[in-house]
């Protein structure tokens, strides 16, 4: 049974799927079950052409493993272009580089930019601090390797969604304390921000399809391991308890109106605010976790023009 505030097309299409709940016992079997399910989707779905598509192994930092990353760009684009690196999502045990591959290479058309999609270390095998690691040294690698690349690195973005908005999160505060590029938007969308999971929404919403309360206490669980449940939490493991949030870019955040995430991404925005960032805020009425993956619906398409809106302006404004 739905939440009855489900957007009722989306809640009809979700009716449709087959909902497992994960295999928290057998992460390595559902890891291949969901790469099954994304390949599956990528042979039925309608793969924008017109895109060139190479893969890189960067180098890590410190003697941790290559970082992989996935490279689109127009193959008709001449000249430099914006460029916008994207961390998927996949509560920070699950997804890889093709979990994003028809988003990207849609992206890569509508935004005219390169994207660069990384593939950071997934817990509990690579606990925090090495997934946000992995995406602080792929977007390095990125600005570093601008002009062979064809970047314009004054107009840059990040975009990461669900854990991955986490960890887009988590990546600009260590860019702002550590040196990085001076991005144009950071854009989270449903981030994954608080292992507390004590908001009105975690609770009334314990039981959202696509990623539930209990999800996420075993993704938060694998992610920081002995660090869970502990008060010393430093804010690039949990970027909703960072206790400053000044000297950001502008943040555009968009969240489900009846998922786990709303209240701690809510809070989120406005604190980014009060400390001083520029911030886009959207909540959508109806919209469960993951709702976005159901192109078709008309609420999902609202979303995908406001967003697509906000990087344009963000890249070419």
Known sequence: MFHPQTDPELASLLAQMALEPIDWDDLPRQRRINNARVLEQLQRGAAPVGVSIENRQVPGTNNTPPVPLRIY????????????????GGGLVLGN???????????????????????????????????????????????????????DSRRMA????????????????????????????????????????????????????????????????AYLGALWGSDVIVPY????????LQDLPPVFVTVGNIEVFRDECVAFAERLMHDGTNVELHVWPGVFHGAEQFTQAAIVKRMEAERNAAMIRALYG
């Open 73 to 88: 760009r127009p193959a008709l684009g001449s000249g430099v272009l914006p460029g916008v690196y994207v961390i998927h």
């Open 97 to 151: 580089l093709d979990s994003l591959e028809l988003d990207c290479r849609r992206w890569t058309l509508e935004w005219n930019a390169v994207v660069v999609s990384v593939d950071y270390r997934l817990a509990p095998e690579t606990p925090y601090p090495g997934p946000v690691q992995d995406c602080f040294q792929g977007l390095h690698w990125m600005v570093d390797h601008a002009d062979e690349l064809l970047i």
């Open 158 to 221: 990040m975009y990461g969604t669900s854990a991955g908005g986490g960890l887009a999160a988590a990546t600009a505060l260590m860019v702002r304390d550590y040196g990085g590029p001076r991005l144009r938007l950071i854009m989270l969308n449903a981030p994954m921000l608080d292992d507390r999971n004590s908001s009105p929404s975690a609770l009334n919403f314990a039981d959202a399809p696509i990623w539930t309360r209990s999800d996420n206490l075993l993704g938060w669980q």
């Open 237 to 244: 493991a949990v970027p909703g308890r960072a206790y400053n």
